[in-house]
Every structure is written in structure tokens, then in C-alpha cells.
């Protein structure tokens, strides 16, 4: 059985009435009914939205704390890049030196991963 909606259940009722009052109030319920379903028509319009609002804000925040903690990684993997590079040389390299080296090391780790 399908579902029936306030207004059509309004009409069936009005219906069984047939006397003037009876009109009259089919007439004011119709026009209640009316305006509380454009009310709460628009009460889902603006939920969605307020809920898509949140869920983009979400998704910005994840992407803004995924790329802080890939910044914060990288610069982490970095030092042990130096210290590592450092113990297998035997010897400090300059700092020019030690960016390149890891700028070239997470480049090739990168693309890397991103093959696989």
C-alpha cells in the first residue's frame, strides 16, 4: 500500500465532509498543510547544504593535515637522510650537498611509489 501524503490524506477527510464548515476547514488545512511542506522543504534544502558545507570542510582539513604530516615526514626523512649520508661518506657534506642529495632521494622514493 502506498504511503499517502498529509495533503492527500486531507482531501480523502474534506471529502467525507461534505457541510460548508467542513469546506472550510478542508481549505485551511490544505493551505497549513501546504506551507509546512514548502517549510519543510526547505528545512532539507538547507540541511543538505549545511551537511555538504561540513563534509567539504572536512575533506579540506584532511588534505590540509595529510600535507602537513607528508611535510613534516619528508623533513624528518630528510635528517636521517643527512645523518645516513653523513656515517657513509665518513665525512660532513655542505648543506647545498645534503639538500640535493635529499631532494633527489624522496624525488626517486616518490616516484616509486607512486608506480606501484
Not at 19 to 38: G, P, R
Not at 45 to 52: N, R, S, V, Y
Request: proline letters at 2%; glycine letters at 2%; aromatic letters at 0%.
Amino acid at each position: 500500500m502506498a504511503k499517502s501524503t498529509p495533503r492527500q490524506l486531507a482531501l480523502i477527510a474534506a471529502e467525507i465532509c461534505d457541510d460548508k464548515k467542513a469546506k472550510d476547514i478542508k481549505s485551511v488545512s490544505l493551505s497549513k498543510i501546504e506551507l509546512l511542506t514548502k517549510y519543510a522543504e526547505n528545512v532539507e534544502k538547507q540541511t543538505k547544504a549545511e551537511a555538504d558545507r561540513i563534509r567539504e570542510k572536512g575533506r579540506a582539513d584532511a588534505q590540509h593535515l595529510h600535507d602537513q604530516a607528508l611535510a613534516q615526514l619528508r623533513s624528518e626523512v630528510a635528517s636521517m637522510v643527512v645523518l645516513a649520508a653523513s656515517r657513509i661518506l665518513g665525512r660532513e657534506i655542505s648543506p647545498e650537498q645534503h639538500r640535493a642529495l635529499i631532494e633527489r632521494s624522496l624525488d626517486e622514493a616518490g616516484t616509486e611509489l607512486n608506480q606501484n
